[in-house]
């Protein structure tokens, strides 16, 4: 199967400032999805988006697919690779300093509004364990196959399916309240 | 398949069969046609979870961060380049320009006068030729 994207590297690699612009444009938003909801924070997302493609541009001239992994597949592994240092990161500094958690329930004098159930929705994800919010982003929100998240993930199909279960189990008990608002 | 096998799909992929893994997708289809009723309650439960999952917004990108990636973008090789270091030139290039600079500096410290200073000015350029010319009218 041929790779969508290689292509567009081999122009990047020329330095084509049409094909950059298309690939910034093709994978931008797909990162910063997927960082965001890693990281549960734009800004470091948006790091995040920068650190990856400074890699992408340096991988082009050398992008060969050969029946490798494909080009999204390893931009994903990368992003994910630098998620995980600043999880890694924020760990450190919450042992030496733990913060306080904010309240992430509604006020008691008014309904949930669409906006609530995203913030709620949200730091619902951020609660679950790396590895099974990992999981979700991958599948649900990235859309990817069960054998590619597997293989983005390092893991066996069969494992992918196990954190997806208890990462979606997870999220429908931290968010009973919502069905019954 | 298993109707345990329907619920771990629909708990792991969520409501939509068509995001289910495809080498099962045939084989949930023949459930659901086996057990209508049971199966859409189960797809059900998986959806709204999905829907809730939907609800939490992507986040947006700054309109200036595509510009700063961009600005990092590998850039086309300039073409002169290409030919002119490989085969030494730039540097020869380089040397003789010193050595005609060098030249330059070394006749026009002598008197002026004779046909010597006009095969100055036309080695050394203008600066020297002008000069010259001063000089002559003076």
Known sequence: ??????????EVARGDSVAARALVARKLPRLLSLAGRMLGDPAEAEDVAQEAFLRVWKQAPRWRADGGARFDTWLHRVALNLCYDRLRRRRELATADPPERPDEGPAPDRGLEAQDVGRRVAAALQGLPDRQREAIVLCHYQELGNIEAAAVMGVSVEALEGLLGRGRRALRAALTDLREA | MTP????????????DVARWPPAERDAAAELMTARP???QGVLALARGLDAALDAAPPPRADAALAGRILATAP???RRWTGWLVPAGMGAGLAAACAAGLLAGAQFSARPAGGESDAIVATIAGDDVAIAYALGEGA
């Not at chain 2, 345990?4 to 409501?15: M, P």
């Open chain 1, 1 to 10: 199967m041929s790779d969508p994207d290689e292509a567009l590297l081999r």
């Open chain 2, 4 to 15: 345990e096998r329907f619920e771990t799909l629909a708990e792991a992929f969520g409501g």
């Open chain 2, 37 to 39: 009723e049971w199966a």
């Open chain 2, 75 to 77: 850039r086309p090789r």
